[in-house]
């Protein structure tokens, strides 16, 4: 083992022991940015780029598992992303396929996807359907697959389900206007019946949510780490706990 190898393992270890486990977020959403930047600074393709941020989600929910989270939200694929030159999303696509085929085998995890099927291709909705029926009944973390997913879009399917769901029980709209509230519309979020993310961890430097979970994180802590997503590493994603457990959470009051 190289000293530096062993320098950062002591010094994850100390950072781990000093960790209040009372205070560890149970639902944490990830915004996994800088696959493409990683590639480039080390000198591999775009594709490479993705198959080693695929492998860092295993790691990722090792951890997690570690600490006692009990809901973990990754970013994966967003509406954007899909406009992107065909060369790079096709393979990228077979890359969350293969990925989520492994964490419906591993066995720990439930899977559950939030987006927009219909946007992607009919094998991918397969993979997805196929996955979260896999895991329904399994005991580990939930981890929801953000696949095709847009924050606008999502609270736009939202009041769009609430009003067809209202209308077929014969609800005038106007009336639906007069008493429509938060949890209204929260019932028919991709994300219905969890509780909202605790935490969102964004790498690659970029300080925005870029429309990730609008509706849900108004109340999160945020998150935002230098590191590419592939180089993030264990005693990054435990400074993000630690800093995390170290804030006084108002939620506006």
């Not at 590639?39 to 393709?45: E, H, L, P």
């Not at 790691?59 to 809901?71: N, Y």
Request: hydrophobic share 40%.
């Amino acid at each position: 083992m190289k000293l530096r190898d062993l320098v950062y393992r002591l010094y994850a270890r100390r950072v781990e022991d000093r960790l209040d486990h009372e205070r560890v977020p149970k639902h944490i959403g990830v915004i996994l940015d800088g696959n493409r930047r990683w590639a480039r600074a080390s000198g591999g393709t775009t594709e490479q780029g993705h198959q080693a941020g695929a492998v860092k989600i295993r790691e990722l929910l090792g951890w997690c598992a570690e600490t006692d989270v009990e809901v973990v939200t990754l970013w994966m694929l967003s509406t954007d992303n899909l406009n992107r030159a065909e060369e790079e999303v096709l393979p990228l696509v077979g890359i969350i396929e293969d990925t989520v085929r492994d964490l419906a085998a591993d066995g720990r995890w439930r899977v559950h996807h939030v987006g927009q099927l219909d946007l992607l291709p009919a094998g991918t909705q397969k993979v997805l359907k196929e996955a979260e029926q896999d895991t329904h009944d399994n005991k580990g973390i939930l981890v929801n697959v953000a696949v095709g997913y847009g924050g606008r879009q999502e609270i736009t399917d939202a009041v769009r389900s609430l009003l067809a769901d209202r209308a077929t029980r014969g609800a005038k709209l106007e009336d639906l206007a007069e008493t429509l509230t938060v949890e209204d519309i929260s019932e028919h979020l991709y994300t219905r019946g969890q509780p909202d993310p605790d935490l969102v961890i964004r790498t690659s430097g970029e300080q925005r949510l870029s429309g990730f979970m609008l509706w849900q994180s108004a109340h999160s802590e945020y998150y935002f780490c230098e590191v590419f997503w592939p180089a993030f590493r264990k005693v990054d994603f435990l400074r993000a706990l630690r800093d995390y457990s170290a804030r006084h959470r108002r939620y506006g009051n």
